[in-house]
Structures are given as structure tokens and as C-alpha cells.
């Protein structure tokens, strides 16, 4: 016997924003383990902008959660009963799971978290698991910088964010971020290395952020989409790169979003920009998450974690991402 | 003495679609040759949708044109005197120019044009001076189709458009042009070879697109913007490549225009998007033209030139573009 689960389902559509009946949260029999079969007590979830995309009917880059499904997140947990042996009781596995405190698998899509030396395991899996990741992927494989150029980040004070400021300036880049209020800039600068920091809900954002990149913007990594995306598109070099890593601001939308007004400097620019989702780049976890380990080690790659306790509280924790009502990255510990 | 010239000049800013007053034809005296100085005869004068930009107050990729400055445009002319021994009294000379029938110049940012045996010198300059290398780069270079992909086209009737879908089918990839009448609709599959092609102003664009690309779009050759680009974003693949090389549904206007509204698209297919302007790759130029001019002259590689006769009918010429009252690539034969 396996005993007895917390779940979140998909319970109803949302209109826009998510709202408190989005998702219900039900008791669910866990059925005994057949051969092959583990069963994981989650110990984190991740709490991520895309789980959004998730609860559309987009077509996205993977299949759309149906009503009545359980909402899925990206989970760290302990395996607690095994009858596989890739996963043996006790070891770590993460992957893509039901936000659930205990959940049975066969394992398919799921892979051992490896334990990172003089690393917490909730700094571990809050940077190496999908921030980390996205913010090397994005900045260094896409956006490309080189050393003296100007990188702008927009959601600067985010998950993915923070991360991808700081990893600017280890490349010797100037590091710009867009957050959305006073208290985050001056975190950004006075605790991240940020060069400077813009507030997007104060004043001209376009103004704000020329006058912070004086040599114009070479590498744009997006999170957000809408005013931020056009004021930095308004701002590009030539030759600029534009990393798609996040359109959070048109994820709650129901109605069609227009894309950036000052699209036409792809072409007056002549810029390259590129969408991603990490999800594709597992492969190259070991490079990046060793790369990243490191200077977590070397105090040279901070963050800021913000842990939301207990599985009753995952909803609320997820609608943080939407208001900005969080301080780094969201994570929910299950028990 | 080097005598008068007729020559359209920068009159009025228009409000969107060029005007009757937008420019003006005056006659101007020529100065005599200073050392150096070549006197050039216009034969040909290339009408090019990125004419209009040059017309706005946009950041573009080359200072605007003032009002009261000569209009300017991509010209190929002979060399009537000279005392500039780079450009020998006699010979061809190509480059950007005063929208005039004659003028002096020193040769800077001029180039002689080279002699393309087996072919006419408008059907030399009306492909491969403009529109063919801006088709090779944009799809070889920026595109990538690999052979069995399929690629679309905006403005497909058009002097870029017509040239790309027959290098794709060269490239053995599925050409679909998107065009704004069935007669250009008809003309690019039953003379220009392309595979199916979609009248965008009739009926459901998304749809008729879909059906015309059972495999999805591999390659999106832009020129338009707009419902175009949209479409071709709504129905691109996983790892899709988008080539920004025209947007001429927003060069008229003087409002704020919406970039494509799925957009999101570049996450959740992963697409990778560039933008160009052909004038940074002359030294491509030999590569190219002499790529294009051996299909030319080998019969894969067809066009049509609409040729508008004389100086005066310039402005005339100019707007046909965004009318879509053109058939094929549009110049004006100066005397």
C-alpha cells in the first residue's frame, strides 16, 4: 500500500489572471507500486512563469494540461519506495510531476538530481534546475555577449533574471536590469553587481533606460514581453541579439497581444533574436549546471530564494510570479 | 559645363501614403567637373519599398532624407564625362543616387557595374542589383532551408518575392507565395514554378495558409508584416527560421503599428528571427550575382520587370509598390 496523496487539479478555466478556483487541491489513493514503479515524496516545487502557458489552450511547446488533470510543476523529491533500480530508495529525483506531496511514476522523464558539494539542496535545485540553466542557455548560447558590451534584462530581480546579470558580468559585460519597483533596482546594484537598474512602473521607461545604457543595448534577454520588450528593442545596437526567454506580461491574457511596436528594427537594427525553452537542453545540464555550481561556490553567482511552505499554498505561490509580489525565486516546500 | 538636370526632391512630409506633393521635379544646374568629379547619365532607377523609409523620421540603418534634399534612390548609369579614373567616360556605374536624369558625383559609395554576358542590362540591373542579391542572402544565408522544407513568402509577386520562391525550388524545397490577387496567385505557380500560392486578400488567411503547407512552415520569408507575418507565425515549426526583410505593411503609417500578435510563437516553437538590409553585404555582391546570373541564363531563374517610362512618372512609380498595382519588379528607364 502506498497510502494516501495531497494533489492539485486542473478544476476551471481561468478568464485572465488565475483565480482561487483555478486549480482545486483533492486527496488521492496511491496505488501499491507495480514492478518498475517508485513512489517520491516531493520535497520542492518549482514554481515557474511557463506553468501559466501550461493551463492555455496555445498551441505550445508541450501539451496543454486538460480540466480535470492534475496541474504539473518541476519538482525535486526523495524516492521512498523503489521497484525500479534507476531509482533506488532514498536517492533524489526530479523531473516534470503532479503537484503532489507523494506521487507514484514509472520514472520516464525523470532523472536523478545529482548533489551538488557545499550546496543546500534548496539552492541547488532553485539555480540548478531551471533558473540557472535558462540564464546560461539563454545569455551565452543565444545572446552571446562580449566582454564590454551592454546587456539589458528585463524581470532583472526575477529567478532567471538575477541570475543572468550576474553571469553579464562575469563575462565582463555592463548588466542592466528592468524590475518593477525602487526596492528591487537598488537590491540589483547594491546586492546582484547590477551597473545600474530601472524601475518600469516609474516614469519613461524608454528615457529611464537610455539614459542607463549610454552605449545603446547589444544583448536584450526578455522575460516579460509588452513595455519592456519595445523599450529595449527602441534602444538596440546594430546588430543586437534578442533572447526570448519569457513573455510573462501576455501569458494571463485571453485576448490576442499585440507583439512589439518597434518591431521594425529587426530590420533598421539588423537584429537576431531567438526564442527557447530549457525543457529542450537537458543534454547540456552536466556543462551548465557544473559552470553554475562553481561560482555558487566561488560567491561569484548569487540568488535569492522564496520559499512558500506547505502544498496548500502552491496556488498563491504561483500567482506571486503574476503580480510581482515575490523576492527571487519562488519554491514551494511541500512538507 | 556639364548643363541642367531634372531632379525630384524631398517636398512635404506625407501623413501615410505618399502624395501627389510628397515630392517635387525641378530642373537643376549641373557645375562643371572638378578633378576627381564624374558626370553621370541615369539610364535606370530601381524602386525599392525601403524608399519609403528613407522618407520617415524613424532610427533607421541610414540618416533619413531631409525635406528639401534630392529624393534618393538605387540607380545604374553611364559615365558621361569623367575625371575620375575609377570611372572612365563610357562606363556603367551603380550605387545610391539622386532621383535625377543626370548628376556629379566624386564615385564615393559608387561602384562600376559589371558586364553580365547573355543578358540585358535591365534585366541585369533589375535582378541582380537589389532584389536577387536581397533574396540570395535573405534565404541561403538567414533562412537555411534544407531540401523537402517548406518555405513561405509574403509579397511573393513582388521583385524579391518571385526571385526567393524559385531559388527555394532550386534548394528542392516546397515554395508558397502569399500574393494580393489570383492572377499573381496563378502566375507564381504557373509561370514562376512555385508550389501553391494564397491570395491574402481573400478569405481566411491562417486557413488557406495551413492548407497550403501540410508540413508546416520551415522558412518564413517576410517582406510584408501585418496579417502576413502573422499567419506565417501562427503556422511555423518547431525550429523555424524567420527572414525580416521587408515590412512594408507599416512604412506608410504614422501611427504606432503592433508587431505580430503571435509572437509568443518565437518561444513556444523555438524560432530564430533575423533582420537585414542588403546594402551591408556588398561585399557579397560577385558571389552572389554571379550565382543568380548563371540561373538567369540558364532559364531556372525568371522574372518580370514593370518598367515605367520616364523621369517624370518617378513618384508614380514609387507608389505602385504599395498598391500592389505592380507587376514584378518596378524601375523607371530615365530617358
Known amino acids: ?22 486549480l482545486a487541491l483533492r486527496e488521492v489513493a496511491l496505488a501499491p507500486l507495480q ?30 494540461i486538460r480540466i480535470g488533470d492534475p496541474m504539473l510543476g518541476i519538482m525535486i523529491g526523495e524516492v521512498e519506495e523503489s521497484r525500479n533500480p534507476a531509482f533506488p530508495a532514498g536517492s533524489l529525483v526530479s523531473g516534470i510531476a503532479p503537484w503532489s506531496d507523494r506521487f507514484v511514476t514509472d520514472g520516464a522523464g525523470f532523472f536523478p538530481f545529482p548533489r551538488f558539494e557545499g550546496l543546500d539542496l534548496a539552492d541547488a535545485f532553485g539555480v540548478l534546475m531551471v533558473a540557472g540553466p535558462t540564464a546560461y542557455h539563454g545569455l551565452f548560447e543565444i545572446g552571446q555577449p562580449k566582454p564590454g558590451e551592454t546587456v539589458v534584462i528585463s524581470a532583472a530581480a526575477g529567478a532567471v533574471g538575477m541570475l543572468v546579470g550576474q553571469l553579464a558580468k562575469i563575462q565582463g559585460c555592463r548588466a542592466v536590469g528592468i524590475a518593477g519597483s525602487d526596492e528591487k533596482c ?19 521607461l524608454v528615457e529611464a533606460l537610455r539614459a542607463a545604457t ?34 510573462i506580461a501576455s501569458y494571463n491574457s485571453t485576448e490576442p497581444v499585440p507583439g512589439p511596436y518597434m518591431f521594425r528594427n529587426m530590420i533598421m537594427k539588423r537584429l537576431k533574436m531567438e526564442g527557447f525553452v530549457i525543457l529542450d537542453h537537458f543534454d547540456r545540464y552536466p556543462e551548465y549546471q557544473a559552470k553554475l555550481a562553481g561560482w555558487m561556490r566561488e560567491g561569484k553567482l548569487k540568488h535569492r530564494l522564496h520559499v512558500v511552505e506547505g502544498i496548500d499554498n502552491a496556488l498563491t505561490a504561483l500567482k506571486l510570479l503574476y503580480t510581482g509580489g515575490n523576492d527571487g525565486k519562488v519554491m514551494v516546500r511541500m512538507s
Open 1 to 22: 500500500m502506498s497510502g494516501v496523496a495531497k494533489r492539485w487539479f486542473y478544476n476551471k478555466r481561468p478568464k485572465g489572471d488565475l483565480e482561487s478556483d483555478t
Open 35 to 64: 514492478p518498475g514503479e517508485i513512489l517520491v515524496r516531493t520535497i520542492y516545487l518549482s514554481m515557474d512563469a511557463t506553468n501559466r502557458i501550461w493551463l492555455s489552450e496555445w498551441d505550445s511547446y508541450m501539451p496543454p
Open 186 to 204: 537598488r537590491w540589483l546594484t547594491q546586492e546582484m553587481g547590477f551597473d545600474a537598474a530601472v524601475n518600469y512602473r516609474q516614469g519613461d
Open 214 to 247: 549610454p552605449n545603446g543595448i547589444d544583448v536584450l534577454f526578455e522575460n516579460v514581453g509588452g513595455t519592456c520588450l519595445d523599450a529595449g528593442l527602441t534602444l538596440m545596437n546594430n546588430g543586437g541579439r534578442v533572447v526570448i526567454c519569457g513573455l
